[in-house]
């Protein structure tokens, strides 16, 4: 029964080491199985057709290995062909196939679970295709695999469990898909895994710590996932790993000191988490370190890095750090060449050590709070490419010693506070590209030298004190890009030369002293993106030739001092943003400037362009900001130029002769901000659809001729902030709607035909605080007690209504209030005390008393009613007057009586000489003749002081007049 059982075994072992050769009956032969699943796939290159029936499988076929019997498939190679479509189902049946390639091409759809029926594959690589769906479950059925590539697809999901079944894996490439959940712990029974990248997921969790198992590891990157928690210590057990990029995910806590056992690690990668405390000295112990960046966390101490003789790039950028240790970074015979150590919080001077890095190509100090001047001994990088020393504090020159680095290409010096010249000897740096002098103190001129620097491609000098003019020979720098000269002190002409730099692309000259005429040969610069002048003393009309600057985007020339047309620019297609505010440009507005289909910015006010708005402005489609105030444009807006402007936000065309109504089709911008038509000659009435430009915040109408009511749709404007709509001739009741303008800060009805009371509710419109005037109306009724409740309110101007009644106690409550003006009303009683301290003109031409006018309890007149300043003031020139009658009198008595005593005696003394006529002396009537009779002049329209007004009866106030202002009334009336 033994030899029986053993002879069963054998033939049971004999029948399963066969099965896979073994087709089952009736099964194609492979060669027919590949030729089926071609058929399936789309061959651009044609590689496939050398699979034809005719030829043998295994010597002619493309892409096809064979075993050696030349029976069965081996190996299917068909990386890079461009092939397109699914995964081929026919391939999942060739028993014997070990190596499986499609990768780089363009398959779709899912990996098949019957990838598992491949049981002798060693190699499955479909990287960089379109597949998707997840990763199915039968993977763990390839007990022999050892190269997994399936990274670089839509592949979603997790990885699964079975992973963990492929033994003898070597190869786990899954980087550049869209899987997610956490690593499984599987992973760890990987033992023979050297190559694992997982970048470029969404993997999330902690690493597991039985990653500490895969000991062949030599390579992990899973950077670029959502990973947290902290690294785990096991990690140093991987005592082969050379490379380990673990960036850009939200792992935390401190580096583990058991990873510094990895005494073969040559890259470590850490950049871009919320790691912490200090950096352990035990990574000197990592001498095969060639690269170690740890930017962008939260390390903090000092930098004490001094065993690693090998180090090539070190990153420790954006971090928390705050010193040097004296001797660290650069030992003897070191080959660092990229030191970075931007944007941490180190301060003190220079750290000299740095420049016994004589291996140094880049160099980044920037970001810190280092002071102090710059080393003489710079020149001791001779191999320095890019030096970034910009944002810190340092102070001094630029050592003229910065000529000896002559490779250097970059040189960042911006936001510091260097003072002097830039050297001369920059002129022999013949590779810099870059030269970034921004936002310092220097001064001086541009040395003539900088142009021997043929290769600069960009220059900026922004915001310093540089004088003198821009040097003649600029145009030697014919690689420029960028010229950014703006805000210093040059002078003198632009260059003519610089039509030379054809490869500019932004010319940035604004805020300087520049003046004479724009050089033609600017309309060479064919690549020109931007250019900006403004702030000049420039002169003279645009050149004919910046007509060919076709690639135009942003042109700024505002206030300088330029005439003629703006036809010139108006060559390019590509404008968005065109400025020319305060000039003296003329003539009409082109109409091919409308052909700017992607004009955002358009300003021209200030300037003297006449002529309408030219109707094909309706093209512009894209304008944001509209600018043509104050100019001396006519015509009327009948033409709807801009009702199809749908993004337009601010239309401003105050100060111009426009005419006409304003039209309608205004209310259709639902986009619009701003609308400022001001100063013009506008009739009509104010169109009731501007209540449907929900997001307008300013609306300024003054100074036209609109009549009619303010219509009340202004209250849908809930966003309004500024509304001024004063010196027209608008009549009827201020609508009460207008109490929803709830944002209005600044309202302005002033100089109009106003009638009714002020709204009651006018309290609620809180956010005014710039103004409220209401002056020169034809308003009556008392002020309403809400206006208490206006507390931010700094001026407030009622003047020249018919306004009666008390000063209601609440307006105490504006404690805001620093200019007020209630004159020219019927108001009576008392001043509210806390208005005391403003001026008297601001309570004259009413019935008011107590401070700043005269005190209520010396007033007289009838029971319950206080007696007017006027009232007052006559009573008391009556008084004066009666008693200096009176006076002259008793005088003219007492003198006759002296007179008759003075005869009676010479009488008696018969001592009379001479009999002496009776004197003349004014008296009653004659009185008034000598007197300043202009106070009693009826018809006068002077304003009279309230103390000089004879008083006839309660009823009768002479001198009280209200004051209508004409079309030529005053323009500055404000409070």
Same mark, same amino acid.
Not at 256 to 271: C, D, H, I
Not at 480 to 503: A, H
Not at 601 to 617: D, K, T
């Given at each position: 029964?033994?030899?029986?059982?053993?002879?069963?075994?054998?033939?049971?072992?004999?029948?399963?080491?066969?099965?896979?050769?073994?087709?089952?009956?009736?099964?194609?032969?492979?060669?027919?199985?590949?030729?089926?699943?071609?058929?399936?796939?789309?061959?651009?290159?044609?590689?496939?057709?050398?699979?034809?029936?005719?030829?043998?499988?295994?010597?002619?076929?493309?892409?096809?290995?064979?075993?050696?019997?030349?029976?069965?498939?081996?190996?299917?190679?068909?990386?890079?062909?461009?092939?397109?479509?699914?995964?081929?189902?026919?391939?999942?049946?060739?028993?014997?196939?070990?190596?499986?390639?499609?990768?780089?091409?363009?398959?779709?759809?899912? @990996?098949?679970?019957?990838?598992?029926?491949?049981?002798?594959?060693?190699?499955?690589?479909?990287?960089?295709?379109?597949?998707?769906?997840?990763?199915?479950?039968?993977?763990?059925?390839?007990?022999?695999?050892?190269?997994?590539?399936?990274?670089?697809?839509?592949?979603?999901?997790?990885?699964?469990?079975?992973?963990?079944?492929?033994?003898?894996?070597?190869?786990?490439?899954?980087?550049?898909?869209?899987?997610?959940?956490?690593?499984?712990?599987?992973?760890?029974?990987?033992?023979?895994?050297?190559?694992?990248?997982?970048?470029?997921?969404?993997?999330?969790?902690?690493?597991?710590?039985?990653?500490?198992?895969?000991?062949?590891?030599?390579?992990?990157?899973?950077?670029?996932?959502?990973?947290?928690?902290?690294?785990?210590?096991?990690?140093?057990?991987?005592?082969?790993?050379?490379?380990?990029?673990?960036?850009?995910?939200?792992?935390?806590?401190?580096?583990? @000191?058991?990873?510094?056992?990895?005494?073969?690690?040559?890259?470590?990668?850490?950049?871009?988490?919320?790691?912490?405390?200090?950096?352990?000295?035990?990574?000197?112990?990592?001498?095969?370190?060639?690269?170690?960046?740890?930017?962008?966390?939260?390390?903090?101490?000092?930098?004490?890095?001094?065993?690693?003789?090998? &180090?090539?790039?070190?990153?420790?950028?954006?971090?928390?750090?705050?010193?040097?240790?004296?001797?660290?970074?650069?030992?003897?015979?070191?080959?660092?060449?990229?030191?970075?150590?931007?944007?941490?919080?180190?301060?003190?001077?220079?750290?000299?050590?740095?420049?016994?890095?004589?291996?140094?190509?880049?160099?980044?100090?920037?970001?810190?709070?280092?002071?102090?001047?710059?080393?003489?001994?710079?020149?001791?990088?001779?191999?320095?490419?890019?030096?970034?020393?910009?944002?810190?504090?340092?102070?001094?020159?630029?050592?003229?010693?910065?000529?000896?680095?002559?490779?250097?290409?970059?040189?960042?010096?911006?936001?510091?506070?260097?003072?002097?010249?830039?050297?001369?000897?920059?002129?022999?740096?013949?590779?810099?590209?870059?030269?970034?002098?921004?936002?310092?103190?220097?001064?001086?001129?541009?040395?003539?030298?900088?142009? /021997?620097?043929?290769?600069?491609?960009?220059?900026?000098?922004?915001?310093?004190?540089?004088?003198?003019?821009?040097?003649?020979?600029?145009?030697?720098?014919?690689?420029?890009?960028?010229?950014?000269?703006?805000?210093?002190?040059?002078?003198?002409?632009?260059?003519?030369?610089?039509?030379?730099?054809?490869? &500019?692309?932004?010319?940035?000259?604004?805020?300087?002293?520049?003046?004479?005429?724009?050089?033609?040969?600017?309309?060479?610069?064919?690549?020109?993106?931007?250019?900006?002048?403004?702030?000049?003393?420039?002169?003279?009309?645009?050149?004919?030739?910046?007509?060919?600057?076709?690639?135009?985007?942003?042109?700024?020339?505002?206030? /300088?001092? &330029?005439?003629?047309?703006?036809?010139?620019?108006?060559?390019?297609?590509?404008?968005?943003?065109?400025?020319?505010?305060?000039?003296?440009?003329?003539?009409?507005?082109?109409?091919?400037?409308?052909?700017?289909?992607?004009?955002?910015?358009?300003?021209?006010?200030?300037?003297?362009?006449?002529?309408?708005?030219?109707?094909?402005?309706?093209?512009?489609?894209?304008?944001?900001?509209?600018?043509?105030?104050?100019?001396?444009?006519?015509?009327?807006?009948?033409?709807?130029?801009?009702?199809?402007?749908?993004?337009?936000?601010?239309?401003?065309?105050?100060?111009?002769?426009?005419?006409?109504?304003?039209?309608?089709?205004?209310?259709?911008?639902?986009?619009?901000?701003?609308?400022?038509?001001?100063?013009?000659?506008?009739?009509?009435?104010?169109?009731?659809?501007?209540?449907?430009?929900?997001?307008?915040?300013?609306?300024?109408?003054?100074?036209?001729?609109?009549?009619?009511?303010?219509?009340?749709?202004?209250?849908?404007?809930?966003?309004?902030?500024?509304?001024?709509?004063?010196?027209?001739?608008?009549?009827?009741?201020?609508?009460?709607?207008?109490?929803?303008?709830?944002?209005?800060?600044?309202?302005?009805?002033?100089?109009?035909?106003?009638?009714?009371?002020?709204?009651?509710?006018?309290?609620?419109?809180?956010?005014?605080? @710039?103004?409220?005037?209401?002056?020169?109306?034809?308003?009556?009724?008392?002020?309403?007690?809400?206006?208490?409740?206006?507390?931010?309110?700094?001026?407030?101007?009622?003047?020249?209504?018919?306004?009666?009644?008390?000063?209601?106690?609440?307006?105490?409550?504006?404690?805001?209030?620093?200019?007020?003006?209630?004159?020219?009303?019927?108001?009576?009683?008392?001043?509210?005390?806390?208005?005391?301290?403003?001026?008297?003109?601001?309570?004259?031409?009413?019935?008011?008393?107590?401070?700043?006018?005269?005190?209520?309890?010396?007033?007289?007149?009838?029971?319950?009613?206080?007696?007017?300043?006027?009232?007052?003031?006559?009573?008391?020139?009556?008084?004066?007057?009666?008693?200096?009658?009176?006076?002259?009198?008793?005088?003219?008595?007492?003198?006759?009586?002296?007179?008759?005593?003075? /005869?009676?005696?010479?009488?008696?003394?018969?001592?009379?000489?001479?009999?002496?006529?009776?004197?003349?002396?004014?008296?009653?009537?004659?009185?008034?003749?000598?007197?300043?009779?202009?106070?009693?002049?009826?018809?006068?329209?002077?304003?009279?002081?309230?103390?000089?007004?004879?008083?006839?009866?309660?009823?009768?106030?002479?001198?009280?007049?209200?004051?209508? &202002?004409?079309?030529?009334?005053?323009?500055?009336?404000?409070?």
């Amino acid at each position: 029964m033994a030899i029986i059982f053993i002879h069963s075994c054998h033939l049971i072992i004999l029948f399963i080491s066969i099965l896979p050769s073994m087709a089952a009956p009736g099964s194609p032969p492979e060669s027919r199985l590949l030729s089926t699943a071609k058929s399936g796939l789309v061959d651009p290159t044609g590689a496939l057709e050398t699979w034809r029936q005719e030829d043998t499988m295994c010597t002619s076929w493309y892409g096809v290995s064979c075993t050696l019997d030349k029976n069965h498939v081996l190996g299917l190679n068909l990386s890079g062909l461009g092939l397109s479509g699914k995964i081929p189902r026919e391939i999942f049946r060739l028993p014997f196939l070990e190596t499986f390639d499609l990768s780089s091409n363009s398959l779709t759809g899912p @990996v098949p679970p019957q990838i598992g029926w491949l049981r002798n594959l060693k190699e499955l690589l479909l990287f960089s295709n379109s597949l998707s769906g997840t990763i199915p479950d039968e993977i763990g059925l390839l007990k022999s695999l050892r190269v997994l590539r399936i990274g670089d697809n839509f592949l979603t999901g997790n990885i699964p469990a079975s992973v963990g079944n492929l033994a003898e894996l070597t190869v786990l490439g899954l980087g550049y898909c869209e899987l997610n959940g956490s690593i499984p712990e599987e992973i760890g029974k990987l033992k023979k895994l050297v190559f694992l990248d997982l970048q470029e997921n969404s993997f999330c969790g902690e690493i597991p710590d039985a990653i500490g198992g895969c000991v062949e590891l030599q390579n992990v990157a899973a950077s670029n996932n959502k990973l947290d928690g902290n690294i785990p210590g096991s990690i140093g057990n991987l005592e082969s790993l050379r490379i380990l990029n673990l960036a850009n995910n939200t792992l935390s806590g401190p580096i583990p @000191v058991e990873t510094t056992r990895l005494a073969n690690l040559q890259y470590l990668n850490l950049q871009g988490n919320q790691l912490g405390g200090e950096i352990p000295t035990q990574i000197n112990d990592m001498v095969e370190l060639r690269v170690l960046d740890l930017s962008r966390n939260n390390f903090s101490g000092k930098i004490a890095l001094r065993n690693l003789k090998n &180090l090539e790039s070190l990153d420790l950028s954006d971090n928390r750090l705050t010193a040097i240790v004296p001797g660290s970074l650069c030992v003897e015979h070191a080959t660092l060449t990229q030191l970075f150590l931007a944007r941490n919080d180190i301060s003190g001077d220079f750290p000299v050590e740095i420049l016994n890095c004589t291996s140094l190509q880049q160099l980044d100090l920037s970001g810190n709070n280092f002071g102090g001047t710059l080393p003489r001994t710079l020149d001791r990088l001779t191999n320095l490419t890019d030096l970034l020393l910009n944002n810190n504090s340092f102070i001094g020159t630029i050592p003229p010693e910065i000529g000896n680095v002559t490779n250097l290409r970059s040189l960042f010096l911006f936001d510091n506070m260097i003072t002097g010249s830039i050297p001369r000897e920059i002129g022999k740096l013949r590779s810099l590209v870059y030269l970034y002098l921004y936002d310092n103190r220097m001064s001086g001129s541009i040395p003539r030298e900088l142009t /021997n620097c043929t290769a600069l491609e960009e220059i900026d000098f922004f915001g310093n004190h540089f004088s003198g003019s821009i040097p003649r020979s600029i145009g030697k720098l014919s690689n420029l890009k960028i010229l950014q000269l703006r805000q210093n002190e040059l002078s003198g002409e632009i260059p003519s030369s610089l039509g030379q730099c054809r490869r &500019l692309e932004r010319l940035v000259l604004a805020d300087n002293v520049l003046s004479g005429s724009l050089p033609p040969t600017l309309g060479f610069l064919t690549e020109l993106f931007l250019v900006t002048l403004y702030n000049n003393s420039l002169s003279g009309s645009l050149p004919d030739s910046f007509f060919h600057l076709k690639n135009l985007s942003i042109v700024n020339f505002s206030h /300088n001092r &330029l005439h003629g047309s703006v036809a010139p620019l108006t060559g390019s297609k590509s404008l968005t943003i065109l400025d020319l505010t305060n000039n003296s440009f003329s003539d009409a507005i082109p109409s091919r400037l409308s052909m700017s289909e992607n004009l955002r910015r358009l300003r021209l006010a200030h300037n003297r362009i006449s002529g309408s708005v030219p109707p094909e402005f309706s093209q512009m489609k894209n304008l944001e900001f509209l600018d043509l105030s104050y100019n001396d444009m006519t015509g009327e807006l009948v033409n709807e130029e801009f009702s199809g402007f749908t993004k337009l936000g601010h239309l401003l065309l105050s100060n111009n002769r426009l005419s006409g109504s304003i039209p309608a089709w205004l209310g259709r911008i639902k986009e619009l901000g701003e609308l400022d038509l001001s100063s013009n000659n506008f009739t009509g009435k104010i169109p009731s659809e501007l209540g449907n430009c929900s997001r307008l915040l300013k609306l300024s109408l003054h100074n036209n001729r609109l009549s009619g009511s303010i219509p009340s749709e202004i209250g849908n404007l809930d966003m309004l902030n500024v509304l001024n709509l004063q010196r027209n001739d608008l009549s009827g009741h201020i609508p009460a709607a207008i109490q929803k303008c709830k944002k209005l800060y600044d309202l302005r009805l002033s100089e109009n035909n106003l009638t009714g009371a002020i709204p009651t509710g006018i309290g609620v419109m809180t956010e005014l605080q @710039v103004i409220l005037d209401l002056s020169f109306n034809d308003l009556s009724g008392e002020i309403p007690t809400s206006i208490g409740e206006l507390v931010k309110l700094e001026r407030l101007n009622l003047s020249f209504n018919d306004l009666s009644g008390k000063i209601p106690g609440s307006i105490q409550k504006l404690s805001s209030l620093h200019r007020l003006n209630l004159s020219g009303n019927r108001f009576e009683g008392e001043i509210p005390s806390t208005l005391a301290n403003f001026p008297r003109n601001s309570f004259l031409n009413n019935e008011l008393c107590g401070a700043p006018l005269v005190s209520c309890s010396g007033s007289l007149g009838r029971p319950g009613k206080w007696m007017s300043e006027s009232q007052v003031a006559g009573i008391v020139v009556a008084i004066v007057f009666t008693s200096t009658l009176l006076c002259m009198f008793m005088m003219y008595v007492m003198l006759r009586m002296w007179w008759n005593w003075r /005869n009676v005696a010479v009488s008696c003394e018969n001592k009379i000489d001479k009999i002496v006529d009776d004197e003349e002396w004014v008296c009653g009537d004659e009185a008034f003749k000598s007197s300043d009779h202009r106070f009693w002049n009826e018809n006068s329209t002077a304003l009279v002081p309230s103390e000089t007004r004879l008083v006839v009866s309660d009823s009768t106030r002479i001198f009280h007049y209200k004051f209508k &202002l004409s079309s030529s009334r005053s323009k500055n009336n404000d409070v």
